[in-house]
């Protein structure tokens, strides 16, 4: 990339890099949202990425982008796919690969979740924090101080003892929670609701 700038000549005025950000939408993205104010403030002349999936990977909000570039005269190019969008054969070949990174994104989720589901009819833990649990490698380990609480709270319940008598119960002793704060109604009803306390993993409506 930096080679293509040299080439040409031209400065970098800013790099817009979301780590770690699905390109689902453009939304959730901070340097996208960034790039897009920059637009209006004409700040650049050209948008440079590696590959039109990674501008985005939804149609429309690609198309909505290129028609935001098209309005401030802002050009935009793909390094590796090399395609001009100012020619009406170029934004027809712009739009085919938008649609196919939108599915490339959409089977990929696809799989994962399949996979994730499969996981957990195995019995397999799919990952998330659980109180009475330590995950580690998406192995759930039982964490011996917080499963004393666990049963506390079930011995409380079967008791007969409400929620909110239950949550001051612990509160009053000193017990906290995983973050390291004090219990509530809608935390203990979460454990008690939880079938991971009686040996089933639950995901989605997969319970094993």
């Known amino acids: 990339m930096w080679q293509y700038t040299s080439l040409y000549g031209w400065q970098i005025a800013e790099e817009y890099i979301d780590e770690g950000i699905s390109g689902k939408d453009i939304k959730g993205r901070p340097?996208?949202?960034?790039?897009?104010?920059d637009v209006d403030k004409y700040k650049?002349?050209?948008?440079l990425v590696w590959k039109i999936s990674r501008l985005s990977r939804n149609m429309l909000d690609t198309l909505v982008l290129l028609d935001k570039f098209e309005?401030?005269?802002?050009?935009?190019?793909?390094?590796?796919?090399?395609f001009d969008t100012?020619?009406?054969?170029?934004?027809?070949?712009?739009?085919?690969?938008?649609?196919?990174a939108e599915m490339e994104r959409n089977t990929l989720s696809e799989n994962v979740k399949l996979g994730m589901t499969q996981r957990a009819k195995?019995?397999?833990w799919n990952g998330g924090v659980v109180f009475g649990y330590d995950s580690i490698e998406k192995e759930l380990i039982v964490n011996p101080n917080e499963a004393e609480i666990v049963q506390l709270i079930f011995s409380l319940y079967a008791e007969?003892?409400?929620?909110?008598?239950?949550?001051?119960?612990?509160?009053?002793?000193?017990?906290?929670?995983?973050?390291?704060r004090h219990f509530s109604i809608n935390g203990i009803a979460t454990i008690l609701d939880n079938p991971i306390y009686?040996?089933?993993?639950?995901w989605l409506q997969v319970e094993n």
């Open 31 to 37: 340097a996208m949202q960034r790039l897009i104010s």
């Open 160 to 180: 007969g003892k409400g929620l909110k008598a239950i949550a001051n119960h612990l509160n009053k002793i000193g017990y906290q929670t995983k973050r390291g």
């Open 86 to 100: 100012s020619s009406p054969i170029g934004k027809l070949v712009v739009q085919l690969m938008a649609s196919i």
């Open 71 to 82: 309005e401030y005269d802002v050009k935009f190019i793909s390094y590796s796919e090399n």
């Open 198 to 202: 009686c040996g089933k993993i639950r």
């Open 44 to 47: 650049f002349q050209a948008v």
């Open 122 to 124: 195995e019995g397999s």
